[in-house]
Every structure is written in C-alpha cells, then in structure tokens.
C-alpha cells in the first residue's frame, strides 16, 4: 500500500475554500485515491475517490496532477461543521483491506 | 447507500469481564468486515479481517485470544473482547464494504467506545 503524507493540522475560516494535499510519490498504476473524513466520536464517512485529473461531487473536488504523485481535495465554502480529520487514502480499488494514514486536523473558525 | 450499524455505542464494564460488540450490514450483505481501533487523537488502527464462515485474520501484534471475531452471517460480524482491562479502552470501529460498489470504499459503523474500570 502505497504510503501517504499529509498536513498534520489546518485551520480556516468559514466561507473560505479549503485545500489539503496528500502526498503519494509511490503510487501505483492500479492505485485511485479515496478520502475519508471523521468528526469526534464518529466512525469515517467516505468523502470522494479519483484516478486522474478532477473528479467533483456533492461535497468536495479531488484534484489530481498527471504524474499522480499528489493530490489535493477541495471543501468549497466551509463551515463549522466541517471541522473533522481528513484521511488521504491510496490503494487498488479491487482491495478492500484499507490502512489508514495520520490524517489531516482541519479546524474551522468563526 | 450502503449502511454499517454498530451496537453499542458506548459500554463500560469491570476489569476481568467480556464485552461483545456487533458489527451489522443493514441494507447489503458482506463476506468481509473490518474491526479498527482507535485511541484518543490518533488514527485508526487496523485490527483484523472479519470473514464470513472462516477464522479472522488478524494484524500483526493484535491478540486473537484476546479479540475474539465471530462473523456468523453474511450481516453480521462481533468482536468479543475478553477479560477486559483498563488499557483496552478506547473506541473501536468496524466497515465494511457494499459488493456492488467498489471494494475499498468502506461504510463505517458510528463506533464504540469502550471503557474499561
């Protein structure tokens, strides 16, 4: 399983956008990448998965460069209530046995 | 979407006793379930593998006499923690994932907290 590094911590503001980038140089072919997030006392909510390039849905982006060493996912707007920890993920798609990494601390102020 | 609903979502019991948490797949079934284990601002730590009608695999450094996985059903996995002592509390978490979708994108249950007087 392809390792992942991430911020430890971010703070924001509400109504701003937020970015958090997750590193994964070795990443492989058949690796998507899958976001996860937890609020306290919580079990983790699946957020969003790619391959390449942009993937958007309801909730956030995913960005991810051609080489697919990074990516980055994207909150547009945020709001208190998206103070969680965010998990970057990588990992072939066809196994269901996932690792989870330290994940990213995101706090949002008023 | 694929729901996970654990029970309980918060027991505390005596040093010594055994306590068994259910892990159930309501809307889907699951050959496969996972239990993790979470201690406070630390991530989540894989403890084994549940399989529908075989033993558990577990990770390595977890005690599987100790963590007890019956995967009875193919909607229901429990984790049995036995004789219980104050440094197995912590918050533990089982997922599983919906045979229809893709395969590593797990449903968590909301969890249990453990605490062990």
């Known amino acids: 399983l392809a390792k992942t590094t991430q911020p430890i911590s971010m703070d924001s503001y509400e109504g701003q956008e937020v970015n958090i980038t997750c590193s994964h140089n070795n990443i492989a072919t058949n690796d998507y990448i899958t976001w996860y997030q937890q609020f306290p006392s919580q079990g983790p909510r699946f957020i969003i998965q790619?391959?390449?390039t942009k993937v958007t849905n309801e909730v956030a982006s995913l960005f991810i460069p051609a080489d697919r060493k990074s990516s980055t996912l994207s909150l547009p707007r945020v709001s208190l209530s998206d103070t969680a920890v965010y998990y970057c993920l990588v990992g072939d798609p066809r196994d269901d046995k996932i690792i989870f990494g330290k994940g990213t601390r995101l706090h949002i102020l008023p | 979407g694929a729901v996970v609903s654990q029970h309980p979502s918060w027991v505390i019991c005596k040093s010594g006793t055994s306590v068994k948490i259910e892990c159930r797949s309501l809307?889907?079934?699951?050959?496969?379930m996972f239990w993790y284990r979470q201690f406070p601002k630390q991530s989540l730590m894989l403890m084994a593998t549940?399989?529908?009608?075989?033993?558990?695999?577990?990770e390595q450094g977890v005690e599987k006499d100790k963590f007890l996985i019956n995967h009875a059903s193919l909607t229901l996995s429990t984790l049995t923690v036995t004789s219980a002592h104050p440094e197995d509390s912590s918050f533990y978490i089982c997922s599983a994932s919906d045979p229809s979708g893709v395969k590593n994108i797990q449903y968590f249950g909301a969890g249990t907290r453990l605490s062990v007087l």
């Open positions: 809307d889907f079934q699951a050959t496969t």
């Open positions: 549940s399989n529908e009608g075989s033993k558990a695999t577990y």
């Open positions: 790619g391959y390449k």
